[in-house]
């Protein structure tokens, strides 16, 4: 074994000789790369499908190489994995770079499989096969089809990437000569995630296998179902990984979830290496950094010059919660009582509602609201939350039965009705925070035509959604969640009520920004 040290500029290991190129060999590779996983499009409504695949049911569910040859999967060894992420604030720019070999005597077609992260947008591809380089476009799938069939019949070194789901995406490659080696560089863009209090990179080094097959999101066929372990020896694959990190703000502290790293600072942050330089890649890299907070509000502004163009990413901080006072608010619940409801459903949503109005305090106001085939509110208008009208809502709430249809869209319209003039807040003399708590399963088949509704009459409100039970539309609930600007929380079981519940109103009680503007000068 050899110690594998990684390239300092991932360009250089792909860069081509310039001597002796034929024009064949300057053929464009093609890259078809489905960008609507970017957009918020439910997967969860791929309908399960057999099973299909170019090379065979062995090598559709294969994760790695597979070179078709002589009729026959191949499996050759994958060689190596070089990973390099950026991380500038809230933005990964990341470049995987993979070798693997032919080592067969046949002139073959490889089909290439490899994990992305949610949300993750590929737009760089660069292939070496021997001596040749080939650079990738962004098509429709389709032209890319053409584009790949075309260069394959006419014997060029060709490549087609796209994607299977919405975080898998393969390389199908033809013309691959006996012994050439292959270097796959795939660069792409992914949104740091930001959730209690701390930030996170996550990078799937392998897939896991999925249950059942499942609609590719761009065609509608049925995905490749890949296994979890690599054909390949175990020893035969290594990962190099590295991160740099500019943060934007100070760190309290920096941390690998998964590997053993190594952390050094730099001039405007850190760089993260792997310690073990024959680390495998048999699970999930994941960065996670927790800011230094302060009791005032931090802010970055971090540029970038892709020498046409300048981009600015402007990052706020808020300030730590002990620094912050609840502000008073006006909150309604609703909650759904239909049919669909009924049994441990009914009791997790009854205990949520108990949590919300334990929350709430003498200068808060609230309401509740029921719904099924009719909808019920409790009060004639936002009541102050004094102890006699939390207990006069507490047995409301335990009288609660499940039954009838769920006639959504009549609960949602009161709950965002506009407001009497005396929700004011009698310390400041401003209006009060407005929040929506809609606690249900979602168990609704118009959602188009509420998410419209929400649109239309949230006004200076926000919605936040509990979804209840074990398969809620959690698609609908967060994405009300999204366009209501608040946020989805989902109770599963009846013993995670207490903790989920306290976890969204630690999230809702403190709001660290208000009237947010930006003066462009």
Not at 21 to 26: A, E, K
């Amino acid at each position: 074994s050899h110690r594998r040290v990684c390239p300092p500029d991932l360009r250089r290991r792909l860069d081509p000789p310039r001597r002796g190129m034929r024009w064949q060999d300057r053929v464009l590779l093609t890259l078809a790369v489905i960008l609507m996983a970017l957009l918020l499009l439910r997967v969860e409504t791929a309908r399960g499908q057999t099973v299909t695949a170019n090379v065979g049911a062995e090598a559709s569910e294969a994760w790695g190489l597979t070179l078709q040859a002589g009729g026959q999967a191949v499996h050759p060894l994958a060689l190596e994995t070089f990973v390099h992420a950026e991380v500038s604030g809230l933005l990964a720019r990341v470049h995987v770079l993979q070798s693997f070999r032919n080592d067969s005597n046949d002139w073959v077609e490889g089909i290439y499989r490899f994990p992305l992260p949610d949300g993750a947008a590929v737009d760089r591809l660069t292939v070496k096969v021997g001596e040749r380089i080939l650079e990738g476009e962004i098509q429709e799938r389709e032209s890319a089809e053409r584009t790949y069939q075309q260069a394959r019949n006419a014997g060029q070194a060709a490549s087609l990437v796209s994607q299977e789901r919405a975080n898998q995406f393969s390389t199908r490659m033809a013309n691959i000569g006996p012994s050439d080696t292959v270097h796959v560089m795939i660069g792409f863009l992914v949104n740091v995630d930001y959730r209690d209090g701390a930030f996170r990179l996550n990078l799937p080094m392998t897939f896991t296998p999925r249950w059942g097959a499942e609609a590719q999101p761009a065609t509608g066929a049925p995905a490749p179902r890949p296994h979890l372990a690599s054909f390949a020896p175990a020893d035969s694959h290594r990962l190099t990984l590295r991160v740099d990190l500019d943060a934007g703000v100070p760190l309290a502290a920096v941390e690998s979830l998964y590997h053993d790293v190594d952390i050094e600072t730099r001039e405007n942050g850190y760089t993260v290496t792997l310690l073990n330089p024959d680390e495998a890649t048999d699970r999930a890299f994941e960065l996670r950094w927790m800011p230094e907070f302060d009791a005032r509000p931090r802010s970055s502004l971090l540029t970038f010059d892709d020498g046409q163009d300048v981009y600015a990413q402007l990052m706020l901080l808020p300030p730590r919660d002990t620094a912050l006072d609840p502000a008073p608010r006006e909150v309604i619940f609703v909650i759904d009582t239909s049919g669909s409801m009924a049994g441990a459903s009914l009791d997790q949503a009854r205990a949520a509602l108990r949590a919300g109005l334990d929350a709430l305090g003498p200068e808060d106001r609230f309401n509740l609201i029921q719904f099924n085939s009719i909808t019920e509110t409790r009060f004639a208008k936002p009541v102050p939350g004094t102890p006699g009208n939390l207990r006069d809502a507490r047995n409301w709430v335990e009288g609660l039965e499940a039954d009838g249809g769920t006639e959504m869209a009549p609960a949602l319209r009161r709950a965002l009705a506009k407001r009497s003039a005396d929700t004011l807040n009698p310390a400041t003399g401003q209006t009060l925070l407005r929040q929506v708590v809609f606690i249900t399963d979602g168990a609704v088949g118009n959602e188009r035509e509420l998410l419209l509704d929400v649109a239309d009459r949230l006004g200076e409100s926000r919605l936040f959604t509990v979804s209840i039970g074990a398969a809620p539309n959690a698609w609908f609930m967060r994405k009300t969640a999204e366009l209501g600007r608040g946020h989805h929380t989902h109770i599963g079981r009846p013993e995670d009520v207490g903790q989920t519940m306290a976890d969204l109103w630690t999230h809702i009680r403190l709001p660290a920004i208000s009237d947010l503007c930006i003066d462009w000068g």
